[in-house]
T-cell receptor, first 111, second 114 residues
Framework: RKEVEQDPGPFNVPEGATVAFNCTYSNSASQSFFWYRQDCRKEPKLLMSVYSSGNEDGRFTAQLNRASQYISLLIRDSKLSDSATYLCVVPGGGSNYKLTFGKGTLLTVNP | EAGVAQSPRYKIIEKRQSVAFWCNPISGHATLYWYQQILGQGPKLLIQFQNNGVVDDSQLPKDRFSAERLKGVDSTLKIQPAKLEDSAVYLC????????????FGPGTRLLVL
């Protein structure tokens, strides 16, 4: 299994739809995980972190399944402004603070 | 709080030339990262510093890339000589607690090698 592997996408959904992205990881020692959002020609920005089973912030829910080694990001009631690339980030085990990015999943929300 | 600063924002050079990028992290952030992001891919870690020490440079092409963070604050990344395949965005990120708080990115330097 690769260090980090994301749904390749792209995802095209209508406004108001619910969409979910998955990300699998190989390092079972990883403790916390992150989802970043990257707009076209911009830098990645931290969207959410996941430490335990899940985290919810408004329309966004991040879930962690340690047994199956995957994390997911659910977006409810999609807005046009949600169109972006979503990157999952997995830390390395131990204390070296390494963070490995997935390749990203492109989401386009259509009117 | 000021964010991560990077310069220049854009750079166009010819192959075999040299180029340097500068990064000023968020104040107090001990961990600093340089990433290379090629169009359509996620950021790829080049080098990671903890204060002024290198933690991970396993993916840094050391025959042409070098980086330093002499006083544990600002950092520079250099490419000498550049190749066509070095065309990418070079992102600097910093963090006070990477595994708990994630990291914060600068705007990046967009490099085009002709």
């Amino acid at each position: 299994r690769k260090e980090v592997e994301q749904d390749p996408g792209p995802f095209n959904v209508p406004e108001g739809a619910t969409v979910a992205f998955n990300c699998t990881y190989s390092n079972s020692a990883s403790q916390s995980f992150f989802w970043y959002r990257q707009d076209c020609r911009k830098e990645p920005k931290l969207l959410m972190s996941v430490y335990s089973s899940g985290n919810e912030d408004g329309r966004f829910t991040a879930q962690l399944n340690r047994a199956s080694q995957y994390i997911s990001l659910l977006i409810r009631d999609s807005k046009l402004s949600d169109s972006a690339t979503y990157l999952c980030v997995v830390p390395g085990g131990g204390s070296n603070y390494k963070l490995t990015f997935g390749k990203g999943t492109l989401l386009t929300v259509n009117p | 709080e000021a964010g991560v600063a990077q310069s220049p924002r854009y750079k166009i050079i010819e192959k075999r030339q040299s180029v340097a990028f500068w990064c000023n992290p968020i104040s107090g952030h001990a961990t600093l990262y340089w990433y290379q992001q090629i169009l359509g891919q996620g950021p790829k870690l080049l080098i990671q510093f903890q204060n002024n020490g290198v933690v991970d440079d396993s993916q840094l092409p050391k025959d042409r890339f070098s980086a330093e963070r002499l006083k544990g604050v600002d950092s520079t990344l250099k490419i000498q000589p550049a190749k066509l395949e070095d065309s990418a965005v070079y992102l600097c990120a910093s963090s006070s607690d990477p595994h708990q708080r994630g990291q914060y990115f600068g705007p990046g330097t967009r490099l085009l090698v002709l």
